[in-house]
């Protein structure tokens, strides 16, 4: 009878080369691990210190934008206090233009939904003869740059008197983010069963009945990213705003922020407040919906 030990398996133990082998392989991952720990806090430093540098600017008593300390000397909240408070001539007039810049984004968000949302029902489920003539066109429109329409835009609207007027910024930002929101909704809406229509046709409802009750209570994940992305974009914008709106009660917060430049002296921690404050509401929408926005924008693709 055999011993255990001899009935015992042998192991062969490992070549000196495979042990080198292992350990080169080691020091390559860490040595790549390093090298993209190294980037990442690179680009983590570049993107976050202009925001740390108006976060200090803000803070400033003067708001020196030289100033070499790392952290403010005297830290204070003033520059927020006089912004909210409008106790600065530049920003006598910044709720008024805060809630023109509201009243922008919002209309523009819903003008784009409702213009996209009925477009991409009309052509991918009413099945309109040459829809796809429609929405090629409205892409079409991306083959120009925006900024080279701004001249022709500034004469339409002079020509029809909506010069210093919010609507005129409105219609030219819903005509620049419709086409990408029927885009992004035809995506979406191939995911969404045709039997479902074909089911409502047949217990009576009209289209606008599975329009309202059916398409859109299914495309809201398109919906909360396409209208995130048409808020953002109208709260962004400065270049149209700057040439069709330039009477202070009409003008924006972005616009207003530029007549701080014009000042001998410019006083850079009002200014830094202004845009910490301006940047808010977009944060919050933004991480309140962002979850929504990553399945809106890419369902379609993923089930296309």
Not at 47 to 54: A, D, R, S
Not at 59 to 75: F, K, M, R
Not at 79 to 94: C, E, R
Not at 192 to 204: H, R, T, V
Request: with cysteine.
């Amino acid at each position: 009878m055999r011993s255990v030990a001899a009935a015992a398996p042998v192991f062969a133990a490992p070549s000196g080369s495979a042990v080198r082998m292992r350990r080169a392989a080691r020091r390559r991952r860490y040595a790549i691990n390093s090298a993209v720990a190294l980037v990442y806090a690179v680009l983590v430093v570049w993107t976050f210190l202009p925001i740390y540098n108006m976060v200090m600017i803000a803070l400033e008593h003067e708001g020196d934008v030289y100033s070499t300390n790392i952290v403010p000397a005297q830290p204070s909240l003033d520059s927020f206090w006089v912004v909210i408070t409008q106790g600065f001539w530049y920003l006598k007039n910044f709720w008024h233009q805060f809630g023109n810049s509201t009243f922008i984004a919002g209309m523009v968000t819903f003008l784009v939904l409702l213009i996209a949302s009925l477009t991409s029902f009309t052509v991918g489920r009413m099945r309109i003869r040459n829809g796809w003539l429609l929405t090629n066109a409205a892409l079409l429109t991306y083959v120009i740059p925006a900024s080279f329409l701004a001249i022709p835009f500034y004469l339409i609207m002079n020509t029809y008197g909506l010069a210093n007027n919010p609507w005129s910024v409105i219609a030219a930002l819903v005509t620049f983010a419709t086409p990408y929101a029927i885009f992004i909704f035809q995506e979406y809406g191939r995911s969404i069963p045709i039997e479902l229509d074909e089911s409502a046709k047949i217990d009576g409802a009209s289209p606008l009945h599975i329009y309202l009750h059916i398409y859109l209570p299914l495309m809201a994940p398109a919906l909360v990213a396409v209208g995130t992305y048409a808020l953002l974009l109208a709260w962004n914008e400065y270049l149209y705003q700057f040439l069709l709106l330039s009477d202070k009660r009409s003008m924006t917060v972005p616009v207003a922020l530029a007549q701080f430049l014009n000042s001998d002296v410019s006083p850079w921690n009002y200014m830094m407040a202004t845009a910490i404050i301006y940047a808010l509401p977009p944060i919050c929408i933004y991480y309140a919906f962002r979850h929504r926005m990553s399945s809106g924008l890419t369902m379609g693709g993923v089930k296309g």
